[in-house]
C-alpha cells in the first residue's frame, strides 16, 4: 500500500496540551486566590474544572461562571488576575514534544504531504501552530469552525484530502484523542493512527468506530507504522 499523507491533530499529538492546559487552570486559580477569591486552591482548581466540563474548552467566560456557581458576586479584578495567570501560563507551555518537529522534516523529506484537521476556533488553532513553530511544514491545515462546526465533523477531512491530493485509504491521521477524533477519521475511511499521550492515555474507545487501526507511543512511531503499510 502506498501511503501519500499523513494528517495530525493538535491536541496532546503535536504538544502536551494536558500539562498546558492542568498548569494554566492552577496558576489561574492561584492568582485569583490573591486578588481576592475566598476559597483555598484545590477546591477552586476543582471547581473550575467543573465548570469548564459543564461549558467545553472553548467557552470563553470560565472565570464568570467560576464565581456565579461558587454564589459570588461579579468581580472584575478577581476575573482579570485569572485571565492573565491563564494566558502566560499557557503561553509557557505551548512547547512542541520533542519528537514533533525532527518527526515532521524527515516525513517531508521522504516526500509525504502533511495535514492537520482539527475541531476548534480557526484563529486560536492557528495560533498554537504557529507559536509551536510548525505551522510552515504543513501543506493544509483545516480547522473545523472553517467548515461551519466547533466541534469536529467528517468535513475537514474531505476539504484537506482535497487539498492534499490524497484518497482516504492513501491517508495516515494520528490523534490521541480516541473518542473526539478517531471515529471520523474511521468513518470517512482513513489509516487511523491513536498516540497514546496526554490525559487521554487511558481513555478506552465508547464505541467501535472509536478503536484506532493502529497505536503508537510516540510520534517517531509512525515510521514503523509507514514501513508496516508497504509491505
Not at 114 to 126: N, Q, R, T
Not at 135 to 162: D, Q, R
Not at 174 to 180: A, D, E, I, L
Amino acid at each position: 500500500m502506498r501511503i501519500k499523507a499523513v494528517i495530525f491533530d493538535i491536541e496532546d499529538t503535536l504538544y502536551d496540551s494536558s500539562l498546558q492546559m492542568r498548569m494554566a487552570r492552577l496558576n489561574a486559580i492561584r492568582a485569583m486566590i490573591e486578588s481576592g477569591l475566598p476559597m483555598d486552591l484545590e477546591a477552586g482548581y476543582r471547581r473550575l474544572e467543573e465548570v469548564v466540563s459543564k461549558y467545553g474548552p472553548h467557552y470563553n467566560r470560565h472565570f464568570d461562571k467560576l464565581l456565579e456557581h461558587l454564589g459570588l458576586r461579579w468581580n472584575p479584578r478577581v476575573i482579570a488576575a485569572g485571565v492573565v495567570a491563564y494566558r502566560e501560563t499557557s503561553q509557557a507551555y505551548l512547547k512542541p514534544f520533542s519528537d514533533t518537529i525532527p518527526t515532521l522534516i524527515k516525513l517531508r523529506d521522504q516526500k509525504y504531504k502533511l495535514g492537520v484537521v482539527s475541531d476548534g476556533i480557526a484563529v486560536k488553532e492557528w495560533q498554537k501552530l504557529i507559536q509551536l513553530g510548525v505551522h510552515h511544514l504543513f501543506h493544509s491545515v483545516v480547522i473545523s469552525e472553517e467548515c461551519g462546526a466547533i466541534e469536529l465533523t467528517s468535513k475537514p477531512f474531505e476539504i484537506c484530502l482535497k487539498e492534499l491530493n490524497a484518497r482516504p485509504e492513501e491517508t495516515i491521521y494520528v490523534s490521541s484523542r480516541v473518542n473526539r477524533t478517531i471515529p471520523y477519521a474511521n468513518r470517512f475511511g482513513l489509516i487511523s493512527v491513536r498516540l497514546r499521550r496526554g490525559d487521554h492515555r487511558a481513555e478506552e474507545p465508547e464505541s467501535p468506530d472509536a478503536r484506532a487501526m493502529y497505536e503508537i507511543s510516540s510520534l517517531a512511531d509512525i515510521f514503523e507504522v509507514l514501513k508496516g503499510l508497504k509491505h
